[in-house]
């Protein structure tokens, strides 16, 4: 292989040889090389140029967001105080490196990116137009040469040929000249590739080393410092969280440690709390979504302030569902459900039917709604008044089947008696100081819940056999005597309780006997009643079966001695009934007080109006001008009775046919 010479000899321009041209073309091929490594150094450039230029903007960018962290506002923001003092310390610093990140960019454009376009754009791109003046050139002298080649030999034409001549002389001339600039310019070329590729880089690393030594100023022994504290600082953050998490590990090997039970609904190992006056948990509550269609939706309530609150999933805050100040609540049997329990306004217009996902749940929401209803948590130590509470309440309500005589080892059984209430009662009244409810009903007396009948009353209606009986399960000659009464009215009730009592002329007896046989129920979970036809006549008041027409239980006017609607719950009304006992030998017997408690579909104020019409009624009897004058104030029927309230049970003799309404007590 022939040496390759560094250098394209302007001597030889002229005579053009092909060794001239053999060496042209290793010098144009190492132009054409250098041209495609100088685009390809020029993009990489350009590329650290270009990300130079983002770092300066996204260092920026990091400094704004930085300050936006105290802006924020976040709600667990505990501690963040020394946090929002060293991010703002940073992002001054970044703002500062902002800067230099910026001038490092415009040096790099001036100093890096520009000579290396100068080069391409203005030696390589001449180099370029040289080749081709040097080809054109040189295709005109070869055409030239040509022309003047073909001159005939026998006939000569001086004129063509000094034509000629001078063509060919002219195109050598100009292929010479062109061929001169482009040797000229490919052998610069080889200098000038050296500094182009040096320069660049050159320029590249000043710009870094001034970024740098500004860098290092800038980061100087104070900013040291203030390193050396934020490094402090995240250790000792490392620290507690590595604490932190040691202590969630132990915990959550304790929490997945305990028995499956824990995660089984209805599988509650420890105790109801009866006492309790606040409660939170997720239940069920019904909703109607149409006529006879209802839903359930599982909620989370809390009581807060003698209020039931319910929060739904993702509110930030919970909205009052009820005022449970003097409401009511009991256990329910709805749609087949478990652990229903229904909560009522005092007015009695707005209830909720709730139910709990356990037994142990269901018991404690029934006992706090309770707890609540009577204001507990309105005294000065509502934990301890709870507690006296629900103890005095298991002590004194028993559920039972039927009447039970107190045992001779009650407590104060001379308490009792109806004279040393009758004091107590009128000394109360005189001091204006309300009778403490043992002084109403004994600690310990048992709760009837449901109407019993007599033995003996059964065998006497067995053996009516085939006579006739009317719609209310009378006899012949009760009819006999209804038939001649003044008033008679019908009410649909829910019979549910009565107990005994230690007087007779209070009407607070009756809101003890509420109170107690309303608590007896929640207690023992009780939520089944007995419908029942309440009958109010000018003679007597009597219980009837609506389903056989039987009479269940009848009280004579004068044996009802107290009567009266709830003062906050109007559907519930109760009466105090007076018997005597003579199994001790006194002639007048001794007198026993017994409540009665009601619930019904109507106000309880409408029932103790038609009571006390019917006792006025009794009353005017005696004197016929009273009863005359009673009769003109008073409406009447076509058949002369007083006319009161169209009857709630409709045709009592269908009353079969009815269907059970749930209890709101």
Not at 92 to 104: F, I, M, P
Not at 312 to 324: E, F, K, N, S, T
Not at 601 to 622: D, V
Request: proline share 4%; hydrophobic share 35%; aromatic share 8%.
């Amino acid at each position: 292989m022939p040496a390759v010479h560094h250098k394209l000899l302007l001597e030889d321009a002229l005579q053009d040889s092909p060794q001239t041209r053999s060496l042209l073309s290793v010098f144009e091929e190492d132009v054409g090389m250098l041209t495609d490594y100088t685009n390809q150094l020029l993009q990489s450039m350009q590329r650290v140029f270009g990300a130079q230029s983002e770092m300066g903007l996204a260092t920026e960018q990091l400094s704004k967001q930085l300050l936006e962290y105290e802006k924020k506002n976040f709600a667990l923001g505990r501690g963040d105080e020394e946090v929002i003092t060293t991010l703002q310390n940073f992002a001054k610093t970044v703002g500062e490196l902002n800067a230099l990140h910026s001038e490092l960019a415009n040096q790099m454009a001036d100093s890096m990116v520009f000579p290396l376009i100068q080069f391409r754009e203005k030696d390589l791109t001449e180099i370029s137009t040289l080749k081709e003046i040097f080809a054109i050139g040189t295709d005109e002298h070869e055409a030239a040469m040509v022309k003047y080649s073909r001159l005939p030999k026998k006939k000569e034409n001086e004129k063509l040929k000094a034509d000629l001549v001078k063509e060919v002389a002219y195109t050598r001339r100009k292929q010479h000249q062109a061929s001169l600039q482009y040797y000229c310019a490919l052998n610069a070329l080889q200098y000038r590739k050296r500094v182009a590729m040096l320069e660049p880089m050159l320029g590249y690393t000043q710009a870094q080393i001034s970024f740098f030594k500004k860098g290092f100023e800038l980061v100087s022994k104070k900013m040291d410092c203030f390193l050396a504290s934020v490094s402090n600082m995240t250790q000792s953050i490392q620290a507690q969280l590595d604490s932190e998490a040691e202590a969630m590990r132990v915990s959550h090997r304790e929490l997945l440690s305990v028995e499956d039970t824990v995660y089984m609904p209805d599988k509650d190992t420890e105790p109801v709390n009866r006492t309790l006056i606040q409660k939170a948990g997720y239940l069920n509550i019904r909703n109607k979504t149409g006529l006879v269609t209802t839903a359930w939706d599982r909620l989370y309530f809390f009581t807060q302030g003698g209020n039931l609150m319910c929060q739904p999933r993702g509110a930030v805050a919970g909205g009052m569902v009820l005022d449970l100040d003097n409401s009511s609540v009991m256990a329910v049997d709805c749609e087949d459900r478990r652990y229903c329990f229904q909560i009522t306004s005092p007015s009695g217009k707005t209830s909720m039917i709730l139910q709990a996902e356990s037994k142990k749940e269901y018991e404690e929401w029934i006992c706090t709604v309770n707890n609540i209803s009577r204001q507990i948590y309105l005294t000065d130590n509502p934990e301890a008044v709870a507690i006296r509470l629900n103890q005095t309440a298991i002590q004194a309500v028993t559920p039972i089947t039927s009447f039970e005589k107190r045992q001779d080892g009650s407590p104060n059984p001379d308490r009792a008696k109806p004279g040393g209430v009758h004091t107590t009662s009128s000394g109360s009244q005189k001091t204006g100081v309300a009778p403490e409810p043992e002084d109403l009903i004994a600690p310990g007396t048992p709760i009837q819940f449901d109407i019993m009948l007599p033995a003996s009353e059964f065998q006497d209606q067995n053996r009516t056999g085939g006579r006739r009986t009317n719609p209310f399960g009378e006899t012949e000659d009760d009819c006999s005597t209804d038939t001649d009464s003044l008033l008679q009215q019908v009410f649909a009730v829910r019979f549910l309780g009565s107990m005994a009592v230690r007087c007779g002329d209070n009407q607070e007896v009756i809101y003890e006997a509420m109170r107690q046989v309303l608590a007896a129920r929640a207690i023992h979970n009780i939520f089944r009643t007995t419908e029942a036809h309440l009958m109010v006549t000018s003679s007597s008041l009597r219980l009837i079966d609506p389903q056989t027409q039987v009479t269940r239980l009848s009280f004579q006017l004068g044996e009802v001695c107290q009567f009266a609607a709830h003062q906050e719950n109007g559907r519930l009304m109760g009466f105090v009934v007076e018997s005597r006992d003579w199994s001790d030998g006194d002639e007048e017997g001794e007198p026993s007080f017994s409540a009665f408690v009601f619930e019904s579909n109507t106000e309880g104020e409408k029932i103790c109006y038609t009571i006390n019409l019917a006792k006025e009624i009794t009353e005017a009897k005696k004197d016929p001008e009273a009863l005359a004058q009673l009769m003109k104030n008073m409406p009447l029927t076509n058949d002369g009775k007083f006319l009161l309230l169209e009857p709630e049970t409709g045709d009592t003799t269908e009353g079969a046919g009815q269907e059970d309404l749930e209890s709101e007590a």
